[in-house]
């Protein structure tokens, strides 16, 4: 086993070896509270009471600062219930901080991400809002605004009012792809209906077949171990579709197991020649 101040941070032992090991590093740490401008309370209360030891989650986040391309994410519940009685775990202010507000950088919950990496403080409020839970949403924005960290004219968008228990244990509907699609390695046993299985997709050039049972084992038949395969077969599976689109009849892949005959041609004259140890023709 390694040492705790060998794992936790990159200073004190061969640290030009320790940056290559954590190469686009992300650490995850959680936390209790978050304040509106990037502070993180993670180990005790404002009273004093420690609720837990703070362990080396400073380390993790003073080494997503201090490596290049590495990221440090704090999660936390939105709200939290005590007494009978329900609070934002985003808060304006606390009289206890575990992580400082200069070392902010992307903070999670189940109302969303927000960013604070590089960001000034008024953007901060704006992302941090975005995650609230909505019932202290105006109460959040108003405080900023009068303590001049926030413009007054600033309203909150209407998707903000999503974020309420009820609205995150609602299943979410997937959006429909719009990217375009990549070439699949499975082709389709008879031409395509005018369903909407066979519809072009958004952005897309080519028809989608409609996807035959079993096609998963069918994809492993042929492995595709050199570039040159992968683009004959993306290129039959192209002409493929085509052709299945316009009514022509589905031709076999030439796979492995349907090699194609070795074509003989006969040598020209020049090579039929035997010569002697001199170089001159027998």
């Known amino acids: 086993m390694r040492r705790i101040g060998q794992v ?10 320790e940056r290559l090991q954590r190469r686009d590093a992300r650490f995850f740490n959680s936390c209790m509270m978050a304040t509106a ?45 005590a007494h009978g009685r329900t609070a934002s775990n985003v808060r304006w202010n606390y009289g206890h901080t575990t992580i400082p507000r200069h070392l902010r ?14 960001a000034n403080d008024e953007d901060c409020v704006v992302a941090m809002a ?13 405080t900023a605004k009068a303590a001049r960290k926030l413009r007054a004219d600033f309203h909150a968008p209407s998707s903000w009012q999503r974020n309420t ?26 031409p395509p209906s005018n369903s909407a299985s ?3 997709w958004p952005g897309c050039r080519r028809t989608r077949p409609p996807r035959p049972p079993g096609c998963a084992r069918c994809c492993r038949r042929w492995p595709v171990r050199r570039r040159r395969t992968r683009r004959s077969w993306n290129a039959w599976t192209c002409a493929r579709a085509r052709g299945l689109a316009a009514g022509a009849p ?33």
């Open 8 to 17: 936790n941070q990159i200073y004190g032992n061969d640290e030009a070896l």
């Open 37 to 81: 401008l990037g502070a993180a309370v993670s180990d005790a209360l404002e009273d004093g009471r420690v609720v837990s030891g703070v362990g080396g989650q400073y380390n993790f986040v003073a080494m997503g600062h201090a490596l290049p391309a590495a990221r440090s994410v704090l999660m936390f519940r939105a709200l939290r219930e």
């Open 105 to 118: 950088d992307v903070y999670i919950n189940e109302y969303g991400i927000a960013d604070l990496r590089h």
């Open 130 to 142: 975005g995650i609230t839970d909505a019932r202290w949403q105006a109460e959040l924005l108003e």
């Open 165 to 190: 228990p009820v609205a995150c244990a609602r299943p979410q509907r997937r959006s429909a792809p719009t990217a375009p699609c990549r070439t699949t390695r499975w082709a389709a046993t008879s």
């Open 198 to 200: 066979s519809a072009r």
């Open 250 to 282: 589905a031709r076999p892949w030439p796979g492995p197991d349907r090699a194609r005959p070795l074509i003989r041609r006969p040598l020209p004259p020049s090579s039929l020649h035997t010569r002697s140890h001199t170089g001159s023709p027998a």
